[in-house]
């Protein structure tokens, strides 16, 4: 069986997560105390008291998850599991997939994504805005919904996930008038996501740019197993290519059916959700419905699938 790690990013955090993983695997603990001191707070204390409102600016989110989706992939390491024939990480996860290939330090990803998530504030401004998943549509009825939002607001598709799953970057406006508006254009149901500020967007061009310029200074290494990145679902080795996708991934669409897809053809019939929660691993239901799925937040789920591909 070949196998692929699939490393989620902002909106797959909750007050508690990886506290079962954490009892049996004391990978855990320790990746997040290697994570507080590469950040200077303890991230283990957020994560796991909170407050829920905390765990939803992006300034403090995105270390803890990129913390977390580590911290899986050395409990599924101590494991002895093979290497697997790829990875990819979603949006902010991809940070996560390219420290556990190798290809950034862990202490770089963790003050990188620090700063993005303080650059995605300052971009989104005081008139901020969110993300909501719009289910039931298929892609060109959302451009459609999207085309039709109120003039001047920001409305625009930042999550290509699955058929029928597309998740919109919106201004606070235009997200009012989805919840008011999508069922007329065909959505059986929209989803605001626990986002502090959109993302994927046009209006993160200036985030991506501090970004780069940020990424210019960061060492980058080869890569232990593939990386397939958002932006178009190409693994990179160039370094250039690597900093030049990081950043333009805050303005261009997640790729994510695509993704998946790509990497069936490449002959993966397995993926292991390699951090909290179990977002991707129900997107697999769409994505690649006859592969295997494990989400290796839970133990029991772990072991399962070191069994079945050791």
Aim: hydrophobic residues 45%; proline residues 6%; negative net charge.
């Amino acid at each position: 069986m070949s196998y692929a790690l699939l490393f989620p990013g902002q909106g797959s955090q909750s007050v508690g997560m990886l506290g079962p993983l954490s009892a049996e695997f004391p990978q855990v603990r320790s990746t997040f105390e290697e994570a507080s001191g590469a950040v200077g707070y303890d991230l283990w204390q957020l994560a796991e008291e909170g407050p829920p409102e905390a765990l939803q600016e992006a300034e403090k989110v995105q270390p803890a998850l990129v913390a977390a989706d580590v911290a899986v992939w050395r409990a599924w390491q101590s494991l002895g599991a093979p290497a697997p024939k790829a990875a990819a990480g979603h949006s902010l996860g991809e940070y996560a997939a390219l420290v556990c290939a190798g290809v950034m330090g862990f202490a770089d990803a963790l003050q990188l994504v620090a700063l993005r998530g303080r650059l995605m504030k300052e971009a989104a401004g005081e008139k901020g805005g969110g993300m909501a998943a719009i289910l039931g549509m298929p892609d060109d009825a959302v451009d459609r919904l999207c085309a039709a939002a109120p003039a001047g607001e920001m409305c625009e598709a930042a999550n290509l996930n699955a058929p029928g799953q597309v998740v919109i970057a919106a201004s606070r406006p235009a997200l009012a008038w989805l919840k008011d508006n999508a069922a007329q254009f065909g959505a059986r149901r929209v989803v605001e996501l626990a986002m502090s500020v959109p993302s994927h967007c046009s209006i993160m061009k200036p985030a991506a740019r501090a970004l780069g310029e940020r990424l210019a200074t960061i060492p980058l290494h080869a890569a232990s197993f593939p990386v397939l990145h958002n932006v178009d679902t190409l693994p990179r080795t160039a370094a250039t290519e690597v900093r030049e996708a990081l950043s333009s991934q805050l303005y261009h669409p997640v790729r994510w059916a695509e993704t998946i897809a790509r990497l069936v053809a490449d002959g993966v019939d397995a993926f292991l959700e390699c951090g909290p929660g179990r977002v991707l691993s129900g997107l697999q239901r769409r994505n690649a419905r006859s592969a295997q799925s494990y989400a290796l937040e839970d133990p029991e789920q772990l072991r399962k699938a070191a069994a079945a591909l050791g």
